[in-house]
């Protein structure tokens, strides 16, 4: 059973940094992008940032120029760089691996981490 495996959230004040890091627990093939969701209380998870295959990175428009992913697809790992921190952005944080089989996608979640920004 393959798991994706999260750590680095946390409680820090508007305007600081945290560093999010996901790895699956046993390598995949296959693997179209690797990113992160987030859900904050009563609302629908959201993407945040996602890396591709490929190389290219997408972002939410609330977190241009403040957030950034990297990673390793081919390793099944993924970070996110979070700074200039907002109490919008206070959500748990889910890492999400999108896996292509026979062109069927299949999604992998993380069991989520709490970040939450205090003003």
């Known amino acids: 059973q393959v798991q994706l495996v999260e750590s680095g959230g946390g409680l820090v004040q508007a305007g600081g940094s945290l560093r999010l890091s996901c790895a699956a627990s046993v390598s995949m093939s296959s693997i179209n992008a690797m990113g992160w969701y987030r859900q904050a209380p009563g609302k629908q998870r959201e993407l945040v940032a996602a890396l591709t295959s490929g190389g290219s990175r997408n972002y939410a428009d609330s977190v241009k120029l403040r957030f950034t992913i990297s990673g390793d697809i081919g390793k099944n790992t993924v970070y996110l760089q979070m700074n200039s921190l907002k109490p919008e952005d206070t959500g748990v944080y889910f890492c999400?691996?999108?896996?292509?089989?026979?062109?069927?996608?299949?999604?992998?979640w993380g069991q989520g981490t709490q970040v939450t920004v205090s003003s």
């Open positions: 999400n691996a999108d896996r292509r089989l026979m062109g069927v996608r299949r999604d992998y």
